[in-house]
C-alpha cells in the first residue's frame, strides 16, 4: 500500500521504496521507535514515528485527504533525543555514498564524513 506523504528533502521518506535495504514502513529501527510511543492507546505506526521525525526537524508534511487521520497521529507524542539520532542516523545511512555524507542537513551520527574516500 502507498500511502500518501511526499517529503522535500533527502533521506527517509515513506514513498521511497528503493533507499537503503529495508523499506522505511518494515526497518525494524524505525518500528522500535513506533512501538515505545502511544497513539490513542495504540503503538505509533512506522508512517507516525517518520512524520514526528520530520516535523521535528522543522519539515513540512503534504498528507492526501484519504490518508489524513493516521497523518494526524504523529501530533500526539514527540520524539526523545535517541530516537531522533537514531532516525537521523538512518536517514544518512540511505542517502550518504563514498566521499558524501548527506543529507547535508542531518547530524552524522555514525561518522560517516570520518571514513576514507575510495
Not at 521518506?13 to 521507535?33: A, F, Q, T, W
Not at 520530520?54 to 533525543?81: I, K, N, R, T, Y
Request: hydrophobic share 40%; aromatic share 8%; proline share 5%.
Amino acid at each position: 500500500q502507498e500511502l500518501g506523504i511526499f517529503t522535500i528533502a533527502q533521506g527517509l521518506s515513506e514513498r521511497n521504496k528503493s533507499c537503503g535495504y529495508l523499506e522505511p514502513l518494515v526497518d525494524p529501527h524505525i518500528l522500535d521507535v513506533a512501538q515505545a510511543h502511544s497513539v490513542r492507546g495504540h503503538s505509533a505506526s512506522s508512517a507516525q514515528v517518520i512524520d514526528r521525525w520530520w516535523l521535528q526537524l522543522g519539515g513540512l508534511l503534504f498528507v492526501e485527504a484519504s490518508e489524513m487521520e493516521e497523518h494526524l497521529g504523529a501530533f500526539e507524542f514527540s520524539l526523545e533525543d535517541p530516537a531522533m539520532r537514531l532516525l537521523n542516523g538512518l536517514s544518512s545511512l540511505v542517502a550518504s555514498s563514498p566521499g558524501r555524507r548527506a543529507p547535508y542537513w542531518c547530524e552524522d551520527v555514525y561518522h560517516l564524513s570520518d571514513l576514507p574516500l575510495e
